[in-house]
């Protein structure tokens, strides 16, 4: 009888703090009067890493929004707070002590994003008194299954191949079977440095609301001591919030995106960027909505096709690429060391304090914004910390901790394959090493640099260029067999011993006084 009053058959789905989309494959199907939905701020979320404050009042104030949102479409839902005591330390035990209070005949949940939280509830799940059902995310195009059949029998994975697939299965710039303007990829178009610019346009900002305002305090009490400045908060924390954010991209700063891609320029953190990948993750927007509006914009002649296919490469390419990268890894793609790096992160990537001009830029950004741009990630602080043999295990952890954007399973093949070499060539051909050349061509930093770009040893020369070598020579048992860095290795041995060991002791020097750069 008591039983029966209180619905002992309703499911329990669980939301996870980047699953806030009303389409979520845990949602669906269900009834609102037959389940409950829950949802919880934890401190094992809150803590794996020392989470940006910035990214933690965006999720937790997503998350309340997005309860809110779902309490008006009528589910009910139990909402934990992260300072309320009675809230449990992780997820799966919140759901345990959910589970005891009985009522409840299966758990629901959208399969976690990161492998931790898979298998934490699979773990759990085993001691659980009734079954969990775990359902795919269908918010991306390739299911893992999908992904795992195009890479199977591959010699070599190619993003570039993939990408082609999914513009065939999305028809997204397609004419029949044909791409839009007889090319698949316009990156060639793509490559410009940015000027100070008359325009410059800015991602949507918004005021934060009584709820936002709640969680500022909140994080700033509880998580005071985080990584990152929490004032000036500015992001949407709403599905409407995040498309008046798409809107303003597509018309203000869309046409430029493809030109300046690559471009870094001072006091300027966004350039022609979107700022949507914090929207997208976590699940205010779908990554095919977004690229069908963009679509649009080349096809009512707003944009040009450089920009709209270069940014639609970056989601239904590379984003999607990655995490199929991430889930065909074995166990432990984390813990990869290629290069057998071992240096510790210099401080001054939480502090922002260095005299390299680029990399206090791209750090101080991210403090501020809990943003930087792919190529201030890729080629300013990855850069930095592959040529210096800094531990990727530690790299990464910074990089998932902070920026807003985020979560393991985009920001790992990111971190330890791209941008380390960590995985030894798995996800990239090559790594993206370069010395302060490449810096100094895409960006304003070097002319406003304590070092010199020009010098290339010795006391005021840009540490990246003696890096560079100390660096290929430093892994030459690893990459000397690279096709691709051949020419630098043959331009290495044409050099004069007096110039190679300038270089070496150069690069020494700067390794041995890596905390007072
Ligand atoms: P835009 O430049 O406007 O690009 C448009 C969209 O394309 C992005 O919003 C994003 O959804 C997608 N995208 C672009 N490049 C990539 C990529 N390489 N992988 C996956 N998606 C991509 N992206 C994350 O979403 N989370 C991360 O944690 C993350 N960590 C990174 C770490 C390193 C070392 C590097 C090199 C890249 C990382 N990226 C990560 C990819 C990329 O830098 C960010 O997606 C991008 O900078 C987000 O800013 P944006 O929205 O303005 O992107
Ligand atoms: C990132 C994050 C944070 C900071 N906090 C929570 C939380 O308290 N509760 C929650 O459900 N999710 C949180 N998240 C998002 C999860 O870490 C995310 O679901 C996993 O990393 C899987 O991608
Ligand atoms: Fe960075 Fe070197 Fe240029 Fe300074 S000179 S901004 S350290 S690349």
């Given at each position: ?98 589970l ?98 008359l325009?410059?346009?800015?991602p ?27 004032e ?17 991209f ?65 989601i ?8 199929g ?6 166990e ?21 304090e260095?005299s390299?001009a ?40 910074w ?119």
């Amino acid at each position: 009888m008591q039983s029966s009053e209180q619905g002992h058959d309703k499911d329990l789905i669980v939301i996870l703090g980047d699953q806030l989309s009303e389409d979520i494959s845990s949602l669906q199907g269900r009834s609102p009067a037959r389940s409950v939905v829950l949802m919880a701020e934890v401190r094992e979320e809150a803590g794996y890493v020392w989470h940006h404050k910035k990214k933690l009042a965006f999720v937790f104030s997503a998350m309340r929004h997005f309860a809110e949102r779902l309490r008006r479409a009528g589910w009910t839902v139990l909402y934990r707070a992260l300072a309320d005591p009675a809230t449990r330390a992780s997820l799966t035990e919140e759901v345990s002590a959910v589970l005891a209070a009985g009522g409840f005949g299966r758990v629901v949940m959208t399969e976690a994003g990161e492998t931790r939280l898979k298998q934490a509830f699979e773990r759990a799940s085993a001691d659980w008194p009734v079954p969990l059902e775990i359902c795919a995310d269908a918010r991306f195009l390739a299911s893992h299954e999908a992904f795992a059949q195009w890479a199977e029998g591959r010699k070599q994975l190619r993003m570039e191949y993939f990408y082609r697939e999914m513009r065939r299965k999305t028809g997204l710039l397609m004419q029949a079977d044909q791409p839009e303007g007889g090319q698949w990829n316009f990156d060639a178009d793509n490559r410009k440095a940015a000027k100070a610019d008359l325009f410059m346009p800015q991602p949507a900002r918004f005021v934060p609301d009584a709820i936002t305002q709640e969680v500022l305090e909140m994080v700033e009490r509880e998580r005071g001591d985080h990584f990152g400045i929490l004032e000036g908060f500015w992001f949407a924390v709403t599905r409407e919030e995040a498309l008046v954010a798409l809107e303003q991209f597509a018309s203000e700063a869309l046409p430029r995106f493809g030109d300046y891609q690559d471009a870094m320029l001072s006091g300027e953190p966004f350039l022609y960027h979107s700022v949507l990948a914090q929207y997208i993750n976590i699940g205010l927007l779908g990554p095919l909505e977004v690229c069908r509006r963009v679509e649009r914009a080349y096809y009512e002649g707003d944009a040009p096709l450089n920009a709209v296919e270069g940014f639609i490469r970056q989601i239904i390419g590379w984003r999607e690429y990655m995490r199929g990268i991430y889930w065909l890894s074995p166990e432990g793609y984390t813990d990869q060391n290629h290069l057998g790096a071992q240096r510790d992160l210099p401080q001054f990537y939480w502090t922002g304090e260095t005299s390299m001009a680029c990399l206090a830029a791209a750090i101080g950004q991210t403090r501020q914004e809990a943003y930087a741009h792919h190529i201030q990630r890729l080629m300013v602080t990855g850069n930095f910390a592959m040529l210096a043999g800094i531990d990727p295990k530690q790299v990464h952890e910074w990089y998932l901790a902070v920026y807003a954007d985020a979560y393991e399973w985009v920001e790992a093949p990111n971190v330890i394959g791209m941008s380390q070499f960590a995985d030894g060539g798995f996800l990239g051909s090559k790594p993206y090493a370069s010395s302060g050349n490449y810096i100094n061509k895409m960006s304003d930093y070097c002319a406003g640099c304590t070092y010199s770009v020009s010098q290339k040893t010795g006391e005021g020369a840009c540490p990246f260029n003696a890096l560079y070598w100390d660096f290929l020579v430093r892994n030459e048992g690893q990459l000397r067999g690279n096709p691709r860095l051949g020419q630098m290795y043959a331009t290495w041995g044409r050099m004069s011993e007096t110039k190679q060991r300038d270089y070496l002791e150069s690069a020494a020097k700067i390794l041995a006084a890596i905390e007072t750069l």
